[in-house]
């Protein structure tokens, strides 16, 4: 029997392996997760807005030229 030409059950049974290992810790899940230390509060709505990213591109304006050879 040849690995190549049965890679796609090999490659199935190896997803539904994982699958059901997965499944089997799941409830083990929430007993690992750690509470945090640190608390994050929503802003006050009038702090919202100036909490805002602001992105700035600055750039040369092109010549007429330069235009030309783009257009």
């Known amino acids: 029997m040849s690995v190549a030409k049965n890679m796609e059950i090999i490659a199935v049974a190896a997803a539904i392996l994982v ?9 083990a899940a929430p007993a690992l997760q750690v509470a945090s230390a640190t608390v994050t509060q929503a802003a006050p709505a009038g702090k919202a807005a100036m909490s805002m990213h602001v992105v700035q591109v600055k750039a040369k304006r ?10």
């Open 19 to 27: 699958s059901a290992s997965c499944y089997a810790i799941a409830p």
């Open 62 to 71: 092109l010549s007429a030229a330069e235009k030309a050879r783009f257009a």
